[in-house]
């Protein structure tokens, strides 16, 4: 650990939770390392860094900009227009960085990182990228050409020596959380299961509907359920709706199951925290890569995975009933996040 010294650093990544939440955790940690951490953080005009970066990490800079997805199929007109922001993007980052001067930048996917990739490229100042995905997407196919180290969760991911496997890094509580901690959450009887439902970051229709069919059925069960439907549940006395849930990893520490799609950072949170799982990966997912992060955990056991045009209610209620639930005087002791801890290794 260097305490003393400070450090600058550049970040980007995000458009939704599972790209920006790794980048979070590697800038707590490098707080804790240094006595002064700079962060200038580049992010997508109105998505989730943007909205909650000011209160997970205050002291970061927030600087937006205006590069957007290609559109598909790739020789729509409008995708000149979207190469032009990015050199646009491109040139504001340059003038920002030269005057930073930051030490290193470090690029977590979602097409915000392009610009920031190869301004960091222009001015010679190295760049490491992290993919928490079994398939690399395509912001960091195009950057990793030029990354110091490109960090990935999955063995299957690596291309040359440049890739590293350090894991998918998760947020994680620095207190113990004692299994009461579900009382906040309306939950009053801590011996029976409490079981997870969400769609991602961004939320799940499809996840709801389905869910709503379990619900007439399997009254028993406990469930906090993150929804922008919550009044289609009002219904449902053991179901508990919230339409966001900050820290939701507090809640991973001390339930039961989770059931939900198979983005990369859920998933590395449910193996986090031991959890059972029922993951209903979500097709239109980059060459389906929700499906190839999914089986991959199915083989490690705990998890079952649906596909969601034909989920077997009886057979996801069979599994849910098998989970073994905690009791009330659980408590969840804090751990240390490896996958953070080794991508910062190999980069100080
Ligand atoms: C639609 C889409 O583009 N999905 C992609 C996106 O998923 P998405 O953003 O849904 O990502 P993940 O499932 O990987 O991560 C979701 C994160 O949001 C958190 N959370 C969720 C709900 C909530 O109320 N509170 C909360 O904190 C979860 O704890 C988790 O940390 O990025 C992932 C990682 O690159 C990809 O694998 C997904 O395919």
Redesign the pocket.
Known sequence: MRKNEELKVVFSGGG????Y?PALSVIKYLDKCYNKLDVIYFTTKGRIEEKKLPTDFPKAKLIPLNTKGLERPLYNVRNINRAFEVLRDKRKVEKIIKEFKPVFGFLT?GYVTVPVGLALKKQNIPFYLHE??SIL?ISNKVLSRWAKKVFVSYEETKLNDKFILTGNP??TPENEIPRTYLHGFGIKDLNKRCILV?G???GSNEIDELMYRVYKKEKINNYIH?TKNQEKFKQFPNVFT?K??????EL?AVSDGVI??A?????A?IQFYDLSAILIP?K??AEN??LK?ALSLQKKGKVVVFDEENVEIDRLINFLNRIQPKNEEFSYTPKINRATESIVNNIL
């Open positions: 939704t939770g599972g790209h939440y996917g928490q995905n997407g998760v947020r969400f991602g970051s961004l993150i919230f966001y849930i900050e820290n939701l990893y991973m939900s799609r983005g990369a950072t859920t998933l949170e979500w239109g997912a890569h929700q992060n």
